[in-house]
């Protein structure tokens, strides 16, 4: 396993973490809380050491099983999680106000139930789940942030940007009170090296990239007649006509495998590893299988540049989450 700094928080955590949202057990079909217990172990086994979590996750109960890990383990484990608005709308709308999903008490608050949960004394890096750059100028947050540091509650701040909106943050970086990101980029959503990535690499603020595998269709494993488990969001994701879509762009990928990358999935993960912007990548892990294919495109081994080159016909600007 290699490792990074992240940013400003100056943490070395290892280049690939632990994605939990499907741990939590409430979007992704069918989920066993052994199995993803004894993928944490083993990835902490093969070197891992940073771990993505966030309080709506199941409502808490990915929290909870990271909890669980913790106590049994003697190793420096890095955990992020993230305060969900208190609208619960996602993402945060242009023109909405900070006080309508981030007032002060209650960034206090859900720090403090994710403490309880995780079963620790401090969090590593706390995120805003959603943002609007609008609020950066704003005192409360700021002063929430400040007094969170203060008392021993976090070590660092960080925003996980809404879905596809990559410079939905920096104002908020300028601050100086935000030490990382968390961005969507993958092979096909590309558009944070245009802004972002100069941006983070400049100021030292580190870069936490999620959607690897742009919930799943990058692995080529989810085909025009694939069928998602009841209750796994995906179904409303690809509805439509949007699996073949996305099945016929992958096509063209398995085309480019080879020297550089055997698999679709090593592919997608070292494109990213690539990018010097990037602090940590964090693939949605709840099997010890994907743990050891995953952890495995660590080796310090990266894209060429004439593929990293070929790579940017990829980019595929969408939406689905919104569209």
């Known amino acids: 396993m290699k490792y990074r700094t992240l940013g400003r928080a100056g943490f070395s955590i290892s280049e690939i973490g632990f994605g939990t949202w499907p741990m939590g057990g409430d979007m992704w079909g069918k989920t066993n809380d052994r199995e993803c217990i004894d993928a944490l172990n083993l990835a902490i086994d093969l070197g891992l ?39 619960r709308i996602w993402p945060a709308k242009k023109g909405s106000k900070l006080q309508d999903a981030y007032p002060r008490d209650y960034i206090i608050d859900c720090t403090n139930r994710s403490l309880k949960n995780l079963q620790i004394d401090t969090i590593d890096l706390q995120q805003f789940h959603v943002w609007q750059d609008e609020w950066a100028s704003d005192p409360e947050w700021q002063e929430a942030v400040t007094w969170l540091k203060d008392h021993g509650k976090i070590k660092s701040m960080g925003i996980s940007m809404n879905d596809y909106e ?36 400049k100021e030292n603020v580190g870069i936490i990239v999620r959607v690897p595998f742009d919930e799943g269709s990058l692995t080529g494993r989810i085909t025009p007649d694939t069928e998602f488990e009841m209750g796994d969001w995906r179904e409303r994701y690809f509805r439509g006509d949007r699996k073949a879509k996305a099945f016929e762009r992958v096509e063209r990928l398995e085309k480019l495998l080879g020297k550089d990358a055997k698999t679709l999935p090593e592919l997608a993960l070292r494109y990213i590893l690539s990018s010097s912007a990037v602090s940590t990548v964090i693939p949605g892990m709840r099997s010890s299988a994907h743990v050891r294919e995953n952890l495995s495109a660590s080796d310090g081994r990266f894209l060429s540049e004439n593929l990293l080159e070929e790579l940017k016909a990829h980019r595929w600007e969408r939406n689905f989450y919104m569209e």
């Not at 970086?173 to 690499?201: M, R, W």
């Open 166 to 201: 990559p410079w939905n943050g920096i104002a908020a970086a300028k601050t100086g009170k935000i030490d990382a990101f968390q961005v969507i980029f993958n092979i096909f959503a590309q558009s944070p090296t245009d802004e972002l990535f100069p941006f983070c690499e």
């Open 49 to 87: 050491n940073f771990i993505d979590t966030a309080l709506t996750y199941g409502n808490g109960h990915s929290e909870h099983l990271i909890g669980q890990v913790m106590k049994t383990r003697t190793e420096k484990i890095y955990v992020a999680t993230k305060i969900p608005p208190k609208n």
